[in-house]
């Protein structure tokens, strides 16, 4: 490391201190959402390969996690795979899941965090299905910060997967039709979801620039905040982190009001 990126580093440790100084802890969200995107550009821009840029990426979630028990951050949603990455080439894909696992299992073996699965477990591999059930049992003890690895994620996908949890729920208890369509409101489906029992996102960070959600957590997100950062993933720094939480502090919320 040349002098220069020295001095840069430290400045921008000095920078996150101030900022971190002038945060407002009684207005941390208690619950994050975020979309981990920028591995692969990231990857392109600085030589290396696709793969290099997942495993920089997954190198980061750990750091992250950090950040938050700094604050009073009680989950966070870590969007690790969409239903549609699964269109991506093989040569990418098989790779990537195997990278997700190592992080799965990294999770759990931390002990602090309380690893819970969100999405849909027919996609993945029989290995991995495995390995996130594992990992929920090993940290269901856990007190720490509720992770939620959204993997075979889709925002659609699971509204339509609550809607069917409902109809079979309510065949087994052997409720008719008309009695089913009188009952349903925007909190029975919400029992329904992947997050049942979890507060619903009051931050969601994108990284590397683009402003959309595609598909996060479509339900939940009604009255969320968004912060979209110009980072890629794999370089995104405590100090990014820090000015999300600096600007989700300066807005007032009106959940529609």
């Known amino acids: ?26 207005q941390v969200p208690k619950h994050i959402g975020v979309i981990m995107d920028g591995n692969r550009r990231w ?17 980061n979630i750990g750091e992250f996690l950090g950040w938050c028990s700094e604050t009073e951050v009680e989950v966070v949603t870590l969007w690790l795979l969409s239903t549609d990455n699964f269109d991506r080439p093989a040569d990418e894909l098989v790779p990537l899941l195997g990278i997700i696992e190592d992080v799965v299992r990294s999770l759990a073996a931390d002990g602090r965090w309380r690893v819970h699965h969100v999405g849909t477990p027919d996609l993945l591999p029989a290995g991995m299905q495995t390995t996130l059930k594992e990992a929920e049992a090993a940290t ?8 939620n690895v959204a993997i075979g994620y889709g925002g659609r996908q699971e509204i339509a997967d609550a809607v069917r949890s409902m109809l079979l729920d309510a065949h087994e208890k052997g409720t008719s039709m008309e009695e089913l369509a009188e009952a349903v409101d925007v909190d029975m489906i919400g029992r329904h979801l992947y997050t049942r029992e979890q507060p619903d996102p009051d931050l969601v960070i994108r990284t590397s620039g683009e402003q959309r959600l595609s598909g996060f957590m479509l339900w939940q997100t009604a009255h969320s905040e968004y912060y979209f950062c110009d980072v890629f993933w794999p370089a995104f720094r405590k100090v990014d ?17």
């Open 140 to 147: 269901a003890h856990v007190s720490g910060i509720v992770v």
């Open 43 to 59: 990857a392109k821009a600085s030589g290396s390969s696709t793969v290099h840029g997942h495993r920089a990426g997954a190198d």
């Open 241 to 257: 982190f820090l000015r999300a939480l600096r600007d989700y502090a300066a807005r007032h919320r009106r959940y529609g009001g």
């Open 1 to 26: 490391m040349n002098l220069r990126d020295k001095l840069r580093g430290l400045l921008v440790r000095l920078y996150a201190r101030r900022v971190e100084g002038h945060l407002d802890t009684a």
